[in-house]
């Protein structure tokens, strides 16, 4: 079946925003205050077994693939693989106000995140082994 276009077009829209939690009811917490441990996903450094492809970060981190590497491992700038999450978080957030020139990339990349999201990314590339 031949679907039309804007039809597609929309169904891929409601679903990634479906899978990242935008719109509608918020999937993971939004509050800014919220600690990594609150955010419910059974993962980070204390995680227990749990698949990275399953990992509720993996679609928002993969917007930092083709820079970091995969995973976070082997791109052309620093690796942030396994990093704990609180420190990246903390970073993410140091680079959301940075003024440096040199960081500018950074400083629009995080401030594109909400913290819930930051939380999620940076608990994404804390779980990479
Ligand atoms: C367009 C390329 C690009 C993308 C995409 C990108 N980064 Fe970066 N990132 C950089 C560059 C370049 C630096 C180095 C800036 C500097 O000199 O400190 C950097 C630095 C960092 C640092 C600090 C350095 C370190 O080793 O800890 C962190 C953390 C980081 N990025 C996380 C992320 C995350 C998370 C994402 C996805 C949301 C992301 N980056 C997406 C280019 C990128």
């Known amino acids: 079946m031949k679907v039309p276009q804007p039809v597609a077009l929309a169904l891929m829209l409601a ?3 479906a899978a990242i939690g935008v719109g509608g009811a918020p999937s993971v917490a939004t509050a800014s205050d919220r600690s990594p441990s609150s955010v419910s996903t059974p993962t980070g450094t204390n995680a227990p077994a749990m698949p990275l492809y399953l990992h509720p970060g993996k679609i928002l981190a993969s917007n930092c693939f083709q820079c970091h590497g995969t995973d976070g491992k082997g791109g052309p700038f620093d690796g942030i693989a396994g990093e704990p999450a ?3 978080f903390k970073e993410l957030k140091e680079l959301q106000a ?3 020139v040199d960081e500018a990339i950074m400083r629009v990349h995080a401030q594109a995140y909400t913290d819930a999201q930051l939380r999620l990314i940076a608990d994404y590339f804390a779980s990479v082994r």
């Open 86 to 88: 609180a420190e990246l």
């Open 15 to 17: 679903a990634t925003t």
């Open 98 to 100: 940075t003024p440096d």
